[in-house]
């Protein structure tokens, strides 16, 4: 019999839900138990409910196994929430209240005072708030951020550590992949650039705050910092590019900034965690490099890709930015943050 | 016999080139002449010589002419030149010393002291800089700026007479046609993004000071301004998209800056001159405007589209601003310059 | 007052209907009376109730005119259908037994007996069907076939005439416009193709036998012709490309089939009509033509653009076939057919 | 010391070149001993001279290797050649002269009568061919055919052991890939299809006469078949997608044909080849499979995957086929067919 931790997965036949599938396939810890969906994929099996996009095949063992409906039962364990934020909510506060530790994808419970909103390698001490969460039979929630703003953070850490952070400009291209299934029209996008995506600045310019906030007291004390977000929808599929530019507490140099981000101690190194990428951080000195399909799939799409690293005549220095926005930005980052708590006793 | 003013093409077959030539077709002051292109196209017709990528037809009264060398003859007149920058500098010199009035779409010759650099709505008063110049038979060279600087400094211009600039940090995601033709393999650039364009960046963060710089005693004074420029190829064919954030000498508000677009006043309004826009500007308020494919053939391509204006947490406001880098860009703002010499009587 | 024909459109903020909306702005003979379109639209403002999808503007007459639901009043004229299939079938026939002369792109009378399918160039004739249709008040119904059918029936039926048919394979490539909007993802259509387009290949196989019937005692004589359709969805915008071999009843050559193409007499050529192509078929020498991009918008997209001819090693010849899916395919198919119902007086 | 065969790689910095690189990195056979590439690259890094265009990385033990040019030394061993067509005839010649086993992607020796043509699972019994070759030391030539035949051969291949093939007719979209790197400019090829690729028809229409030729007293009688084609570019990376209708010897339903697929023998599978795919085939009854992004990557890119069996009212069937052209057919083919030759002995 399996010693393997059994998952239930929200939301499992949208896309999110489908890098859920698909990474959960021959995961060395956790296996799927149950996948859950809306009312009108109840009693489905998975490749009847699902249009499934990845170019990787459904899982054999995961195609015909049935669909239920998001309803908690007594005594629900790891959970992963790939639902839309539109029903996300409520939904994971009854999980949590059946015991569910549930780890979500969606923003609804991320600023939420004693919810942390984690990213491994940068604030997994944040995990801790959970224990001040009030659900019974030991269920609480665990969020990740925003995709872009995953990205984002794991690139800043290292410059926040050694020169410490004022303000941050970013501006944004977006894959539609970050928009779900079936999300954005191919006539919408093709040949196109949106301008525009719901919400998403806000959450740029406020979430970091929260993940670069020190532990003080049980309580986090979210960093003062300035940022400034432009949000764009272009045609590719995968992968969110970045521009940041950043103004520094102390003053540097470019190779000092090169030498912080390659240098930098992963916290995770010695844990193994399965989905942890070999490097967090790949640093290009090619000039046109990172690329959007080139590279947002090294090292299992878990990494972030910094270039283009030069002085800003504005603020202190630019560069450019890229990670996987449904593997690290979404699932990847969900499990790994799972494979933390695990190693940490705490499912 | 016409009356119309004959024209010259440089580079002639090129993706340029060829928009000069679908814009001269139905001309109303100036008809081609001779078409120039590499020696390696000479002799043959146009048809036969060009890769033509335009969604209209080769006009017929062009398909069969034949190509000429870039060679000038005695007493050349106006001359748009297409060139690639690899070979357009001492090609327009020896142009312009044989009387030629040279347009001039390539980086060569802009930072030319008595070279003016002009985007006629915007600076052309510097067209008087011609007159410094030594050619013999009345010969001399006026360019236009790159593509993304003209769009760019025509959505500043009515901001800087009414608040003065103090900085500008602009990322723009720019089409495939902006390289030219063959310009980038589609396996480069399909599902990608490139974030690097060669000059692109050193151009944007220059050429404004020259364009925005006061006449005085027929020297150009140019503006102090810090531009910060970030510079991205993306795969759309046509348009430049670019998302601006300005820092203002005068404090101002989201509607001041709105009505300074608005109530701006173009000096070429009462010309007439058959290539201006309608507008020179086009406000969007609905927040996913302007886009790429919806706004770049607006009024003849010739207008540049703002949208998206909202505070900046850094600087002081920030917008998104969209014009067609081939029409506006390139050989349509170079045939506006021309309307205007004409009007000015010095063709 | 104007003396145009006050114009009904039935499903105005499709994408569809908006050809129809944009190619009435000037028209000489019609203009717009009514936008209807369904319940949840009603009320609102054409430019509340459209995500416009074209590169040209809406007309600013049409901006802030009120959209119907549609049920048809007394005493309807003419009415342009873009109703989805879904519900276009009941809702014609409702507003033809009002009196209403209605031309409709859907699919749902198509094959009814005494609705004639037309191509105004091909088979103008079968309009007189219109006098067996029992609507009240002068109503009727006429179709335009699918939009892949449009395109290949104009280019066969020049060799028909000349040399008889009797096999026709057909290879499809069709863009993301002629699923409507929202239509397909982009996330299932970029970098991909769909092999399946539901329902096409019926309709490709079945109605250019009505279309190419004769007319007998008022009754049609379908034409007995095999067809052979491979239907396609691939990540272009605009354009259906198709690959066409046919079987001939007499043996021919090469140049001949050219000849039959390019001698083609079209039978509305005297009628002047304002939607008519200067050409109906435009023939390529050039190996690399047609090309989607390049040619689907020449001749207002009304013509039909056919390359590539050569012997067939199976059937006894094949070429190359493009057409502009939403203008000849849709509503500039319906205008046309409009405007040869005014000339024959049935408005 | 590495009992590895080592493996000389011609025209190593081209798309196919990297292909082949990349299949190497971890090959349990054979490694890497020189890469070799046209003169102007001679002397540079491997990292320097090649504009890699793959996702996965350059692999680390290659970047720093230096590239030599294509000439010959003595006892040449395995060679792969990725060369120009333009240049590969000679060079493979001058390689086979000192005893290379030369594996060919160029289409220069594929019709030459001793040269066998091979697709491993189809014709591997071809290749004692090499024994009528006359090269000292050993030396051979082996090439594998163009891309879209062996998808289609490998399809057909059990239909023709089952049922006689009397005529195949073919329409493909095929991937900017095909074209090689810089191959098909974007400005050429985004929102378009080119429906004409040189030579490429000629190539489907002779080369599986000889693939599947019998061997009769050493010589091919190749099979009579007649095939047409039609070749489109279409705008995706990588994956052709082809339309295959089929007029066979015997009479047959559309369960038999499904039954033949499924039921082939594939005689490479006790050999177990490190490039062998699990499965040749895959067949869908989705009707709207196999896909060109989802499925073109499916057990190494090495199958074909075939769907939309269903009866052709002209030929008899007719289908849709997808296969990798750049894995299965080009680097993957040639790779198989090495290890194919090395089971033999043959290396």
Redesign the interface.
């Known amino acids: 019999m399996s010693q393997k931790t059994p998952v239930t997965i929200l939301g499992a036949t949208g896309?999110v839900g489908q890098r859920f599938v698909s990474l959960l396939e021959n995961h060395p810890w956790f296996e799927i138990a149950k996948l859950c969906a809306s009312d009108k994929s109840e009693g489905k099996t998975y490749a009847q409910a699902t249009?499934?996009?990845?170019?990787?095949?459904i899982p054999a063992s995961i195609r015909d196994r049935k669909i239920s409906s998001c309803t908690p039962s007594v005594k629900e364990g790891l959970t992963f929430s790939a639902l839309s934020s539109n029903v996300a909510g409520p939904i994971e506060t009854s999980y949590a209240a059946q015991g569910a530790k549930v780890i979500s994808c969606s923003k609804n419970h991320r600023m939420d005072e004693s919810v942390p909103m984690v990213i491994p390698e940068v604030n997994g001490d944040h995990i801790e708030l959970i224990h001040q969460q009030k659900f019974p039979h030991g269920g609480y929630i665990v969020t990740k951020p925003n995709c872009s703003v995953i990205a984002l953070c794991m690139a800043l850490k290292p410059l926040l550590d050694s020169f410490g952070l004022e303000?941050v400009?970013v501006?944004t291209?977006q894959a539609?992949?970050g928009a779900g299934?079936?999300?954005?029209?191919?006539?919408?996008?093709?040949?196109?650039?949106?301008?525009?995506i719901e919400d998403e600045e806000e959450k740029m310019?406020s979430e970091p705050n929260k993940i670069f906030a020190k532990l003080q007291n049980s309580k986090l004390q979210f960093l003062p910092l300035?940022?400034?977000s432009?949000c764009?929808r272009?045609?590719?599929?995968e992968?969110h590019?970045e521009?940041v530019?950043v103004?520094l507490k102390k003053k540097s140099t470019l190779e000092a900034l090169k030498d912080a981000w390659l240098s930098w101690k992963n916290p995770l190194e010695s844990f193994e965690l399965p989905s942890s990428p070999t490097k967090m951080i790949y640093y290009f000195d090619e000039?046109?490099?990172?690329?959007?399909?080139?590279?947002?799939?090294?090292d299992k799409g878990m990494a972030v890709h910094i270039?283009?690293l030069r002085k800003?005549?504005?603020?202190d220095f630019?560069f450019?930015l890229l990670s996987h926005n449904t593997l690290r930005g979404a699932a990847g980052g969900a499990l790994l943050t799972a494979e933390l708590l695990a190693k940490k006793n705490l499912l």
């Open positions: 896309s249009n499934w996009i990845l170019s990787t095949p303000a400009s501006v291209m539609a992949s299934f079936p999300g954005v029209p191919s006539l919408a996008l093709f040949d196109n650039v949106i301008p525009y310019e300035s940022i400034s432009s764009n272009i045609p590719v599929t992968g590019m521009v530019s103004k000039p046109q490099f990172p690329q959007t399909r080139l590279h947002r799939d090294f270039g283009r800003c005549p504005i603020l630019k450019t």
